[in-house]
């Protein structure tokens, strides 16, 4: 079960959590996004595959659906222990900058406009993307990631889903930098399902895999999540 606690470096977790995700081989990371007021989805979601996950990174626009989530798995212990341990999250530009968790007790946490953080040794830039003109390509969000000396850029806000590798020249040597956005688990644009995905993150290899899943629902209501292929390429907007 998660341990709601903030941590220094901002993640919701325990300490030995926090360290242990940065030094593992292989880790599984449930990529969230853009939420906006449905906290409904982001619990099924995590209740279907939260379990196999090692931590959750949420992109932004939806804090308080991420609040509501974690005071859920405080007083629900089933669903808490669903949770991944490790959650790390940053501002939309819908969100506010500080929030409140309230448990058994009141917990003030800080939301950070974007995050540098350690997966599976991987350096990975987690960003909302709006300060990056993401509605109109990569190009600046690539360059920041560069600067910073990021593996790994996720991001949201466009509310479409997609996965790119960019080729990148580091210390006189070829690289890559992955580049993805989850899309919109509730309110989805450019005639895309509502969509999550699940990265694999692995210390040895460059290529990291990352599976996308569509939201629909049955006849009951109820959401269903189906594999779909990764949507690919520069998305542009405008």
């Given at each position: 079960m998660i341990e709601i606690v903030q941590q220094k470096n901002l993640a919701i977790g325990s300490q030995k959590a926090v360290s242990a995700l940065q030094?593992?081989?292989f880790a599984k990371v449930l990529l969230l996004s853009d939420s906006h007021g449905n906290a409904r989805i982001m619990q099924e979601i995590i209740s279907a595959f939260g379990p196999e996950c090692n931590a959750i990174c949420f992109c932004g626009d939806g804090l308080l659906d991420l609040v509501e989530t974690l005071e859920l798995g405080f007083f629900d212990k089933d669903f808490g222990a669903k949770i991944p341990p490790v959650v790390y999250f940053v501002r939309g530009n819908g969100d506010n900058s500080t929030s409140t968790i309230f448990t058994d007790q009141r917990i003030p946490i800080v939301v950070p406009e974007f995050q540098e953080i350690t997966i599976a040794g991987k350096k990975i830039f987690l960003t909302h993307g709006?300060?990056?003109n993401v509605y109109y390509g990569?190009?600046?969000l690539r360059a920041e990631a560069i600067r910073r000396g990021m593996d790994i850029a996720w991001y949201g806000h466009t509310h479409v889903p997609n996965s790119l590798r960019s080729h990148v020249t580091r210390d006189g040597r070829n690289d890559f930098l992955g580049i993805s956005n989850p899309?919109?688990?509730?309110?989805?644009?450019?005639?895309m399902p509502n969509t999550f995905s699940i990265m694999d993150v692995h210390r040895k290899e460059d290529k990291n895999v990352c599976h996308y899943y569509r939201i629909t629902k049955d006849r009951?209501?109820?959401p269903v999540f189906t594999p779909m292929p990764t949507p690919?390429?520069?998305i542009k907007l405008f």
């Open positions: 030094k593992i081989e709006h300060r990056y990569n190009k600046d899309g919109s688990c509730a309110q989805a644009r450019g005639g009951n209501d109820e690919r390429g520069e």
